[in-house]
């Protein structure tokens, strides 16, 4: 099992355009993905906490006798939900907001296959709400909360932001995946309840930030991809649009 300090997360922009995003679990940790779920969010949201890959053995047969060599890569997440009974939306100016999973849901940490992730996410405190402790009661250094690290990501105080706005208008790219068009200026469907549609002002009158959000995740399935690497080296996920393909074995650049 290997450790990686950084990967790059390559995609397609709304004009047609090749870009990448650099993740780093210590700096600039957040990362986006499409929801499963029709009539929610249209994306999940997690913090990197770790980027791995392994060498693994896959023996074809019962006798062991033919095998076959695999590096499997992975990251180590902690998920974020939406906040409940928050309304965004350009009708009532505001940003989506999330917060992390409580540590008593049994997916609040888990791994995830880097080939599902869109974009490195740009995510803002929200300083009004405070931080708070009963989200990861445990009060020394953890994976999430590092030993040595005093910035917005991880003070060193033992506690989490309570919430996140999700900054939409960090670039024209992701403007136009909140709003309505991917690439090639295609239409992406959004929900009307999907948290970036227009709602009534009326709505919008509960501004409580109490609790995080909810999020639940499937089984993570690792993809086998072939080709050897080297620990020391960056990892470099390809990622070349939208669309999920547990099958594509082009996604990921060779470490």
């Known amino acids: 099992l290997y450790e990686h300090h ?3 997360v390559h995609y397609t922009t709304y004009d047609i355009q090749r870009d990448y995003d650099t993740i780093n679990p210590r700096s600039h940790p957040f990362v986006m993905l499409n ?3 029709n009539n929610a969010h249209p994306y999940w949201y997690a913090q990197v906490l770790g980027i791995y890959h392994a060498n693994v053995i896959q023996y074809l047969d019962e006798s062991h006798s033919e095998y076959a060599q695999h590096s499997v890569q992975f990251l180590y997440v902690r998920w974020l939900g939406d906040e409940p009974n928050w309304t965004s939306g350009r009708r009532v100016a505001r940003l989506p907001k999330v917060g992390f999973v409580d540590e008593s849901d049994p997916y609040a940490f888990g791994f995830l296959d880097p080939n599902l992730i869109l974009r490195g996410s740009h995510l803002i405190p929200s300083f009004v709400d405070g931080r708070t ?3 990861l009661a445990h009060s020394g250094p953890t994976l999430a909360r590092p030993e040595g690290i005093d910035s917005d990501i991880a003070p060193m105080d033992g506690k989490d932001w309570t919430n996140y706005y999700v900054g939409i208008f ?3 790219d ?3 995946r909140y709003f309505g068009a991917g690439i090639g200026h295609t239409l992406r469907h959004v929900q009307e309840d999907a948290g970036v549609a227009d709602k009534d002002v009326d709505d919008a009158e509960n501004y409580g930030a109490a609790g995080s959000g ?4 499937g089984d993570d399935d690792a993809i086998e991809q072939q080709g050897g690497m080297n620990e020391d080296e960056v990892s470099d996920f390809e990622q070349s649009d939208d669309n999920f393909s547990e099958s594509d074995d082009d996604r990921y650049d060779d470490f």
């Open 6 to 8: 950084i990967m790059r």
């Open 35 to 37: 929801s499963p779920d």
């Open 133 to 135: 402790d009963t989200l």
């Open 170 to 172: 960090v670039d024209r």
């Open 174 to 176: 992701m403007v136009m």
């Open 214 to 217: 909810q999020v639940e995740v």
